[in-house]
């Protein structure tokens, strides 16, 4: 399954992407936006204890994340 993320034009680098599913991870580093850098790490060890797979890539301009 894909979901799309147009609303978060990806503004970070390709080498950044591995990255997002690092635990408090943000691509922004002043934390104007409030995140917590948590939600792709939990989905990412949810996804690994049910032996399925996670990725994100850009396409077209946006963020994409795959489940599997």
């Not at 990255?19 to 939990?42: E, V």
């Not at 989905?43 to 990725?55: C, K, N, P």
């Amino acid at each position: 399954r894909e979901d799309f993320h147009p609303e978060s034009r990806a503004e970070f680098a390709e080498d950044q992407i591995e990255r997002l599913f690092d635990r408090f991870y943000t691509s922004d580093p002043s934390r104007r936006l409030r995140t917590t850098g948590l939600g792709l790490a939990i989905a990412r060890r949810l996804t690994d204890l049910l032996d399925g797979e996670i990725v994100a890539h850009k396409r077209d301009g946006n963020f994409v994340v795959v489940f599997n």
